[in-house]
């Protein structure tokens, strides 16, 4: 069969000639057919599959529309169900920053995401928004996997970035992976912006991940401390059971949410969170483990005031989304008998601030009554109702009328203004005489005008107080041991013995000039001899000269051969050239001096103490004194913010304390008040204004769980102190100065300092209120952590008890001797606000 002879082309005709004519696509690109542009889309789509095809890194997608540019950057391989980094960068022209979504589709678990936006400016005036955005994915399926692109809408237009192809491979033996996240949602749970109007909810998040090989290791569950947040009120929310798995998920993902309401305008920060979990280092039950601890990133955002503009004039604060409604007890009374008239505000946001609307009756005297409030935290928004009362004397009869009450709120949602009106109320007033009682005014709690200064921390809790109680045995230790040193009988030390032998010629043995020559060269360097070091070497070391150094070291051979040997002789001038060595080397030794480290530590302690000792206290003041003036005014839901910011601002002020106490009861917030006078008392146990004021909420004896004694924790410090630095320097006294009594008086005072040592560790654990929550209700103490259980005592709302054993979301609460049980973890509030949060639904610090 004849073979087929192959057609070979030259590589000339490869070449495109000039004088070829090209096509018709080439001479009018202006005026190109449909032909041609398919062709040019065929060319352009083979390019990026072979570029795909060959596995560039980082794969890049660009889109142009409208001068937007999206970009899409992420590996082309990775392993199944472990972390992959995908990211986008986007470009805008203006100033406005587009929302990008992050890839999502089946098979691909979204872990974290991040967005990020700044703008530029080209210097002619025009400006553009870079946006970086990125995103932590899963991948479940194994082979060659296509990921979602991701979506920037601006404007109403949706660009998306091309695809990414990444080659996923099967994972072989995956170490554990434990992630933490934190970040804002909106009150429906997508990612909130980073500004939000004061008195806005905005939920704070934090998502541990931890992938099954997390999961199969761990042998008990993670410890989480969220962080201290300031200028916010906060409400610990239901936590969430977990994202429903829907196929194959990675990651196993548990939350901590927590709403929060800014208080105040203005930049707030919240430092990270902490998660901390051991790791076995191996699959024996009997491993050791290794901890770990993680931290997320800083939350920031910025609250603002509600916008001036459309502001209604009678505006008070109000923020949420609300209904009002009002009403009487009774349709009809007499002149001078008090009727109650209660408006009930539904909202939701921050039920607990909202100001008490105001009210005029021309034809009754008004005295505002208490306010109720009921807070939902069940729910994904914070919701509830809040409810004030006025008490209405008429003094004219008739039939009279209780006009519509407007109350004006502004709601972040549609971000406007609004007005509420309840309806109007009839009441018909018969004739009778006026009570002088029921046209008193209303007494408030006297409250402190000026602010003192910040109360130190306790004398006991500072390194100086344990430093002079660990410093005063020294001297009676360093006089028993002298005393019990004993050297040779002449009482001199071995190297002037060693000179008093040389000068008398007094004959020696070898052993015991060995002896006094090894004592002499290691009164000056004490490392001499006493190893297998040469002792030239150490003598260098020490700063002797090469030819000193050598010498004793001939004189130490000498005396061991005349020591350890059968003849043991030594010459006459042994005694004479040991001494002179021993001279030498004492005066060539160097003795180190640690004068600048002294000065350099002293120095650098003293600019430590004038740092700290700075501090601002013009904010604190102004602060204050708003908070005087508001509660003056009646405003007490205002004074009770002012107040609360001076406590963050000094939280050691006692004053601050005390007055919001005072502004938190005469705002009907019981728990609030209990908890701000603890801390008063605390700070100062011979405030007697706190005591007795919480006094009237439970009986404050020593039996009680809250109880703090009447005593100064400084004037305990100082006696335990004096009478154990007493005891001590007794103790050091020679013998011939001391009284003969002394021993029994020395260990009295030191058995006397024990106990009041004691007692002063008592009194700190009582003012620390460590494990101390006050009931936000009253409540019944039931027998068993559950709701159908038998009642054992009552507490009334405001009490103060030791928290013991939980069992899910039931705390075991001691109020006294006679009063202990089981409440819900949610009807309790915490004094002390700095304490590792323990996931059990306490009631939020407000």
């Known amino acids: 069969m004849p073979r087929r002879r192959r057609r070979r082309t030259s590589r000339s005709r490869s070449r495109r000639s000039p004088s070829v004519r090209r096509s018709s696509c080439w001479e009018a690109p202006s005026e190109k057919s449909a032909r041609c542009r398919a062709r040019s889309r065929s060319r352009t789509a083979r390019s990026h599959h072979q570029a795909a095809r060959i596995g560039e890194s980082p794969v890049l997608g660009v889109v142009l529309l409208a001068q937007l540019v999206i970009a899409a950057h992420g590996p082309d391989t990775t392993t199944a169900c472990l972390p992959l980094r995908v990211s986008a960068s986007i470009r805008t022209p203006g100033r406005v920053a587009p929302v990008v979504e992050p890839p999502r589709g089946s098979g691909l678990q979204l872990l974290r995401s991040r967005v990020v936006s700044h703008v530029e400016s080209d210097g002619a005036a025009r400006f553009n928004t870079v946006t970086e955005a990125w995103a932590d994915v899963a991948i479940s399926p194994v082979g060659r996997v296509q990921l979602p692109p991701f979506v920037a809408t601006i404007d109403g237009k949706r660009v998306s970035s091309n695809p990414l192809v990444v080659n996923v491979r099967e994972p072989i033996s995956p170490p554990p992976v434990v992630l933490v996240d934190a970040r804002l949602d909106d009150a429906h749970g997508a990612d909130s912006g980073d500004s939000l109007f004061v008195g806005q909810q905005v939920d704070y998040r934090v998502d541990v991940l931890l992938n099954e090989t997390a999961r199969t290791r761990l042998r008990r569950n993670p410890t989480f401390f969220p962080p201290e947040m300031s200028a916010v009120l906060a409400y610990d929310v239901d936590i969430p059971r977990g994202i429903p798995k829907q196929g194959r998920r990675c990651f196993e993902t548990l939350s901590y949410r927590r709403a929060l309401f800014p208080l105040f305008p203005g930049n707030v920060t919240i430092p990270p969170a902490v998660l901390t979990y051991s790791l076995p280092l191996s699959s024996s039950f009997f491993s050791r483990e290794e901890s770990f601890e993680l931290r997320s990133d800083s939350v920031r955002f910025v609250a603002m005031e509600p916008p001036a503009r459309d502001r209604p004039a ?35 946001g921050n039920v607990k601030l909202l100001p008490r609307p105001a009210l005029e009756l021309p034809w009754a005297t008004i005295t505002p009554g208490d306010e109720r409030v009921e807070i939902d935290s069940t729910a994904t928004r914070i919701s509830g109702t809040k409810e004030f009362e006025w008490l209405i004397t008429p003094r004219e009869a008739g039939t009279q009328v209780v006009p519509s009450i407007r109350y004006p709120y502004f709601d972040p949602v549609i971000r406007r203004y609004a007005v509420l009106q309840t309806s109007p109320i009839q009441l018909v007033v018969g004739a009778a005489s006026l009570a002088s009682s029921d046209t008193a005014a209303a007494v ?211 004053d601050a304390w005390a007055n919001l106490g005072a502004a938190a009861w005469e705002g009907a917030d019981t728990a609030q008040a209990a908890r701000a006078w603890h801390h008063a008392l605390r700070l100062d146990p011979l405030d007697d204004e706190s005591r007795e004021r919480l006094g009237t909420l439970q009986p404050l004896g020593p039996r009680s769980a809250a109880y703090v004694a009447p005593l100064s924790v400084d004037a305990v410090a100082v006696v ?94 001691t109020v006294d001797a006679g009063r202990a049980g089981w409440v819900p973890a949610s009807a309790l509030m915490p004094i002390d606000p700095v304490q590792p949060a323990r996931l059990t639904g306490l009631a939020p610090v407000r």
């Open 444 to 654: 408030r709690l006297p409250i402190r005008t000026e602010l003192r200064a910040e109360r130190p921390a306790p004398f006991s809790a500072r390194p100086l107080f344990w430093a002079l109680f660990a410093l005063a045995p020294v001297p009676a230790a360093l006089r028993r041991v002298v005393r019990r040193r004993r050297l040779d009988t002449s009482g001199l030390s071995a190297v002037r013995r060693l000179r008093a032998i040389a000068d008398t010629r007094s004959p020696l043995p070898p052993r015991e000039l060995r002896r006094v020559y090894l004592d002499a060269l290691r009164e000056r360097v004490p490392n001499a001899g006493r190893d297998r070091e040469p002792l030239a070497r150490t003598l260098r070391r020490a700063g002797v000269s090469d030819s000193v150094a050598l010498e004793a070291e001939a004189m130490l051979d000498r005396l061991d051969d005349a020591a350890f040997s059968a003849t043991g002789a030594l010459d006459e001038r042994a005694l004479r050239d040991s001494s002179e060595i021993v001279a030498a080397v004492d005066q060539e030794a160097v003795r180190p001096s640690r004068t600048a480290a002294r000065t350099s530590v002293a120095l650098a302690l003293l600019l430590a103490l004038v740092g700290a000792a700075h501090a601002a206290t013009d904010e604190t003041d102004r602060v204050f004194g708003d908070g005087v003036r508001a509660y003056q005014r009646g405003q007490f839901a205002l004074a009770e913010r002012r107040f609360i910011r001076v406590t963050t601002l000094a939280p050691r002020a006692v």
């Open 720 to 813: 335990v102190l004096l009478s154990w630095v007493a005891a001590w320097a007794l103790l050091a006294l020679p013998g011939s100065r001391r009284p003969r009594a002394a021993r029994p008086i020395a260990g009295g005072a030191i058995a006397v300092s024990l106990v009041g040592l004691v007692l002063l560790l008592e009194i700190e654990s009582r003012i620390e209120a460590r494990d101390l929550a006050v009931l936000v209700h009253g409540r019944t103490l039931l027998e068993t952590p559950a709701s159908e259980s038998r009642s054992l005592a009552a507490a009334a709302a405001g009490e103060a008890g030791q928290l013991g054993a939980r069992d899910g979301g039931w705390v075991y609460l």
């Open 314 to 348: 009678d505006y008070a604060g109000a923020v949420g989304t609300l209904r009002i409604t009002a009403r009487t007890e009774t349709g009809a009374t007499r002149v001078g008998d008090p009727v109650v008239l209660t408006v009930r505000v539904n909202a939701a």
